[in-house]
């Protein structure tokens, strides 16, 4: 890892770690772990969005964003919902030829 500051996506746990996605510029450029302990206690779930502060290769700092994990979430979910409605068929509309 890079020093310097990430936006980062909890991506999963296993046991008692923390798989985090690190991202630079909403494009992500490495994966680490930290004890689930080590994250903030509002940030322990997956898809919480933190900012994570790295110098000499070691955590100086985590920061849990909330406003940007719930915008994360619903643009997820809108995302989600557009790709579960059922694209309209041709009897769907009504032919304005066959209306009298």
Known sequence: MIDGTYTAVVD???DNLAVVL?????ETVDETVF????????????????TVELEDEDVVDIIY???ETVDRSE?????????????????DTEDESDTS
């Not at 690190?22 to 909403?26: I, M, R, T």
């Not at 004890?35 to 997956?46: C, N, Q, S, T």
């Open 12 to 14: 999963r746990f296993e």
């Open 22 to 26: 690190l991202e630079n510029d909403g």
């Open 35 to 50: 004890d689930r302990e080590r994250l903030p206690e509002d940030g322990r779930h997956a898809g919480a969005v933190l």
């Open 65 to 67: 964003e909330e406003r």
């Open 75 to 91: 643009q997820a979910q809108q995302r989600f919902d557009e790709l579960s409605q059922r694209p309209p068929t041709a009897g």
